[in-house]
C-alpha cells in the first residue's frame, strides 16, 4: 500500500511542484498588493511625492508580468506532463501494439484558462512572423520617406552612390531631379539579311510600348517586298506585303509610330551587287556607294522610295483613295534616307569634276525635294556623319537645313570627342530640329555574341546629358533619340548579336531613356514587371542591390531569371559563350602554350606520343560538346528567324571552333602513327626556307 502510494507520488511529482510554486506565487502577488495599497494612499494623499505612484505601479506591472510568464511556463509542462501520462497509459492497456497518431485528428479542448495563455503565446508568434515579411517593404517605405526630406543635392549625392553599387555609369546632373526624357524614343530594328519572325516582333511591341517606346525605326533593306522592276532587290526570304502591313498596324494599335528606313547613297550593296544595277556603282569595283551623277540613279532611288512610302500610307489610309481603312492607322510622319558612311565619292570621271561637299549636299537636296513634293506632309531625316566635315557656308549655301533633318549618331561614352561644342553650334545655324541616335547592340564589334550591357548604357545617359544640353540651340529643340541596334555592319558582314540577345541591354536603356534618368528604386523601374523577373528585394542599404553590372561582364545575374520573349535565346547565348572561352583557351593552351602539340611538333612530325595522348584526352568530348549546342540552337532559334539565319549563326559561331578540334585530332593522329624518330639536330622545311629566305650550310656549301 505505501509503496504504491509513493509511486503515485514520485510519477505526479511535478504536479505538487507546481500546485505549491502557484501557491507560493499567489502568496507573494496578495502580499504585493497589500503593500501597494497603503503607499498608493498615503502618496495621493502628499503632492510632494507625485513621482513614487508611477515607479511604484511600474514595478507593480512588472512583477505581474513576470508572474504571468511563470504560469504559462507551468502551463506548458502541465500540458506536456499530462501527454506523458496518456501515451503511457495507452501503452499498458495495449501491450506492444504500437498505432499512428491520426494526421488530422482533432485535440481534447484545453480549460478556459491554459486556452488563453496557449492563445496569447500563438499570437505574439504569429505577429513576429507578420513583422518579418513586411520588413522588406516597411524599410523600402522608411527610405523612401528619407529620401523625400532630403535636399535635392542631398538626393543626387545618395542616388549616384546607389548607381555606382549597381555598377550603372554615374553622369553629372542626370537623376531624379534632372531634365526631363526626350520626347521620342524610337526603336530601330534592323532587318537586313537576319529578318526575325514578325510573329516574334509582334510579342515585343507591348514591351516596348510599356518601357516608354513612341516609335520603331524600321531599316529593311532587301527584306521589304519590293515590286516590279525592283522584285530583284527583295531577298527569297523578304516579308510578304500582307504580313508586313499586319505587323505595322499591330505597332499602331500600341501606340507606335513608325519611320522607315531606305538607303539611298552608301550601305546600297544590296541593290548594286545585282546583275543590271552594277552599271550605277561610283567605283566598278565596289557595290558600296552609288554614283549619283548617272540620271539612272536618280530614277532608281524615286522608285524604292516610292514603294516604301506608299506601303506605309496604305496603313495609314492615305495612299489612295479607293484604299481601304486600316484597323489603326500608323502615325507616319518622317522617312529616313540614311546616306551614311559613303564610301569612295566623287572618284569616278563624272564625279571627280565637282567637290566632295557639293555631291554630297546635291544629292540629299533632290532627294528630299523629291519626297517633300510628293508627300508634303513628310519629313526627311538623314544620318549626320558626312556632314561634320564640311564648313558653315557650304551648308548654308545649299539650303540643306529647309530641306532634312540630321540624326546624329555616336555609339562612344565620349559624346564629345566626335561632337564638340562648335559643330553642335554649326548645326544649330542650319537645321531647326535634330534627333540623336544611341545603340544597344552592335556597336561594339562586328561579330560579337553577346552586347556589353553597361557600355550601351553608358551611351545612353551621356546622351541624356547631351540632349539636355545641347537641346537648347536649336530653334524647335532635338526631337528625340533613336535606339540603334544593328544586325551586320554592313551588307556583306556576318551576324553580330542577335536581337533576342540584346533584349536585356535594350529595356535597361529604354527604361532609363524614358524616365530621363536611371531608377534605382525596384518599385518604380518597370524594368523588372515587364521582363517578367523573379525577384527578391534586399532592403537593406548594405546589401546586395537589385542589379549588379561589371565592366568585364555582358550582362547582369538578373536577367538569368527572366521570362521575356527571347530569353532562352539570350541564355543559351551566355552558355555558348562561355563554353567558346573555354575551348578557345584550351586550344591556346595544348597548340601555343605546350611543347608537345605546337606548329613545330608538326610540321616535323616529332613529339612525344604519351604527351600527345594526354594533350588531346578532352577534345572528343569537347566536339560532342558543341554539336549538342548546334542542334539546341536550331530548336532555340527557330522560333525566332527561319532555317537561314539559323544555319549562318552556327556556321559562324560553332562550326570553326569544332573544325579547329578536328584539325587538332588529325595532327595528334599523324604524330601517333610514327614509331621511329630522326636524329637531332632536325631538317629544315623546304617551304619555310622559301618563305622565310633561310640559307642553311648545305645550301651556302652548293
Known sequence: ??????????????????????????????????????????????????????????????????????????????????????????????????????????????????TYLFEQERLKILEQQQRQRNAGMEELNANAEDERMLSSAERQTQYEHELQRMGVPVVAGIGPDGPRAPAERLVHLDLKGAPPKLSFLKQL????????????????????????????????????????????????????????????FGHMEFVLKLSGFEQMREMAESPQSICPSQPQSM????????????????????????????????????????CDEVQRM???????????????????????????????????????????????????????????????????????????????????????????????????????????????????????????????????????LALTGWQRYDHFAVLCELLPVGIPSLMASLSTVSKGYFSTNPRDNELLRVLQCVFQPDSRRSGRPWLELHPNAHHSQLFGVCSYPGHLVFKYALRLFDKLAEIGLYLQQTRDQSAWLSNYNVRHNFSSPLRVRELTARTPMLIEELRTMAREAQQLLWEVYDEHTVTEFVEQHIYPTIEALQRQLVSAESLLQRRNWPQRPLPVALKLQEDMGLVTNHLQHQ
Open 346 to 480: 566623287g572618284e569616278c570621271s563624272a564625279c571627280r569634276q565637282r567637290l566632295r561637299s557639293e555631291l554630297f549636299l546635291s544629292h540629299v537636296v533632290s532627294l528630299a525635294h523629291f519626297v517633300r513634293r510628293q508627300w508634303p506632309q513628310l519629313g526627311v531625316v538623314i544620318w549626320d556623319d558626312q556632314l561634320r566635315s564640311m564648313s558653315l557656308s557650304e551648308l548654308q549655301h545649299s539650303q540643306v537645313g529647309s530641306y532634312v533633318e540630321p540624326m546624329v549618331w555616336v555609339y562612344a561614352s565620349d559624346i564629345y570627342r566626335f561632337i564638340q561644342p562648335q559643330l553642335w553650334d554649326t548645326y544649330a545655324k542650319i537645321f531647326p530640329s535634330a534627333w540623336a541616335a544611341s545603340a544597344f547592340k552592335g556597336a561594339f564589334g562586328e561579330s560579337l555574341l553577346v552586347p556589353p550591357l553597361q557600355h550601351h548604357l553608358e551611351n545612353n545617359i551621356r546622351w541624356l546629358a547631351v540632349i539636355a544640353k545641347e537641346g537648347g540651340r536649336f530653334s524647335k529643340g532635338l526631337r528625340g
Open 205 to 264: 511591341l507591348p514591351m516596348l510600348r510599356a518601357l516608354g517606346a513612341t516609335g520603331l525605326l524600321i531599316e529593311y533593306e532587301d527584306m521589304f517586298p519590293y515590286t516590279g522592276v525592283l522584285q530583284p532587290l527583295a531577298a527569297h526570304n523578304a516579308y510578304k506585303e500582307d504580313e508586313l502591313r499586319d505587323f505595322l498596324e499591330s505597332a499602331a494599335l500600341h501606340g507606335l509610330s513608325v519611320m522607315p528606313l531606305v538607303q539611298t
Open 299 to 338: 530614277a532608281l532611288l524615286e522608285q524604292m522610295l516610292t514603294q516604301v512610302i506608299e506601303l506605309h500610307l496604305q496603313c495609314l489610309g492615305q495612299a489612295t483613295p479607293s484604299s481601304a481603312a486600316p484597323t489603326a492607322p500608323i502615325r507616319f510622319t518622317h522617312i529616313h534616307i540614311g
Open 1 to 114: 500500500m505505501h509503496s504504491n502510494l509513493w509511486i503515485f507520488i514520485w510519477r505526479r511529482k511535478l504536479s505538487f511542484l507546481l500546485v505549491v510554486s502557484g501557491l507560493v506565487l499567489l502568496g507573494l502577488w496578495t502580499w504585493a498588493i497589500l503593500i501597494d495599497t497603503p503607499s498608493a494612499q498615503l502618496s495621493a494623499a502628499s503632492s510632494s511625492s507625485a513621482e513614487h505612484p508611477q515607479q511604484q505601479d511600474s514595478a507593480g506591472y512588472q512583477q505581474v508580468h513576470i508572474i504571468q510568464k511563470l504560469i504559462a511556463q507551468a502551463n506548458r509542462v502541465l500540458r506536456a506532463d499530462r501527454l506523458k501520462d496518456n501515451v503511457q497509459q495507452k501503452q499498458q492497456q495495449l501491450g506492444n501494439v504500437r498505432f499512428l497518431r491520426p494526421t488530422q485528428a482533432k485535440k481534447a479542448p484545453l480549460p478556459l484558462s491554459d
